[in-house]
């Protein structure tokens, strides 16, 4: 049997075309409607990394602060054990009546104190601070230098003066014999106040109307407070 359409070709055209725009609104809702979630989305992410990026901003605020305080706090302890170490180092010379009394205390009969003196080495000076150097590397020195605290400038430039050499006692007398002299030179060499004993010469004393020996001793100190291989402690009155 043969399907007759009597509806003319101008109404089937019609019809597909409508279906194509309703497929068309469709599409174009579907695709409107999945722009407007993913703004929508992008709205909760923009405002959420707002909201992160405010609590960061605090927190980097906050970490500013805290490093900023804490840069002060090591500038001014920096200035300080600069300063400690300045008045310890200027303690550190051992007091001249303690090496008197040790000298004099070891004493045996028969020794004979003439002459006792204590010194620094002739070559130990104080440098002067000199021109600031016109060098690129010498001035960008004397600039860290310059930023270091005055106590701890100071205190290099004394290390630099009387570290190097030790203080020196020099010991002259008279022994009625060589066994009580060495006696004593070895009592001195038991004391922890020296570092070096050294006898230096012995000879016969040459007036007639005395007998013994005439002798002399060289004793150098060991380092003070605050200087190399100097006491970790300091009892401060």
């Given at each position: 049997?043969?399907?007759?359409?009597f509806?003319?070709?101008?109404?089937?055209e019609r019809?597909a075309q409508?279906?194509t725009n309703?497929?068309?609104l469709a599409v174009?809702?579907?695709f409107t409607?999945?722009?407007g979630?993913?703004?929508?989305?992008?709205?909760?992410?923009r405002r959420q990394a707002?909201?992160?990026l405010?609590?960061v901003?605090?927190?980097y605020?906050?970490v500013?602060?805290?490093?900023a305080?804490?840069a002060?706090?090591?500038s001014?302890?920096?200035?300080?054990?600069a300063n400690?170490?300045?008045v310890?180092?200027l303690?550190?010379?051992w007091?001249r009546?303690?090496?008197?009394?040790?000298?004099?205390?070891a004493l045996p009969?028969?020794?004979?104190l003439?002459k006792?003196?204590v010194?620094?080495s002739e070559t130990?000076?104080?440098k002067?601070p000199?021109a600031?150097p016109?060098?690129p590397?010498?001035a960008?020195s004397?600039a860290?230098?310059a930023?270091?605290p005055?106590?701890?400038r100071d205190?290099c430039?004394l290390?630099?003066?009387f570290?190097?050499?030790?203080?020196?006692?020099?010991?002259?007398?008279?022994?009625?014999?060589?066994?009580?002299l060495?006696?004593?030179?070895?009592?001195?060499?038991?004391?922890?106040?020296f570092?070096n004993?050294?006898l230096r010469?012995?000879?016969?004393?040459?007036d007639?109307?005395?007998?013994?020996?005439?002798f002399?001793v060289?004793?150098?100190l060991r380092?003070g407070?605050?200087?190399?291989?100097?006491?970790e402690t300091l009892?401060l009155p």
């Open positions: 049997m043969t399907s007759i359409d509806l003319p070709a101008r109404y089937h019809t409508r279906k309703v497929w068309r174009l809702a579907i409607s999945l722009v979630f993913a703004a929508v989305g992008q709205i909760a992410v707002e909201a992160q405010v609590a901003g605090k927190q605020d906050e500013a602060a805290a490093n305080c804490l002060d706090l090591q001014r302890l920096r200035a300080a054990r400690a170490e300045m310890t180092y303690r550190h010379p007091p009546t303690q090496i008197l009394a040790l000298v004099a205390g009969e028969g020794v004979t003439t006792s003196t010194h620094q130990t000076a104080l002067l000199t600031i016109q060098g590397e010498q960008a004397a860290a230098d930023a270091k005055a106590a701890e205190l430039r290390r630099e003066a570290d190097a050499e030790p203080v020196i006692v020099t010991l002259e007398g008279t022994s009625r014999d060589e066994p009580s060495h006696a004593y030179v070895c009592t001195l060499a038991q004391a922890e106040l570092s004993v050294d010469s012995v000879e016969r004393l040459r007639e109307s005395a007998t013994g020996f005439g002399n060289r004793l150098a380092p407070y605050g200087q190399p291989e100097g006491p009892e």
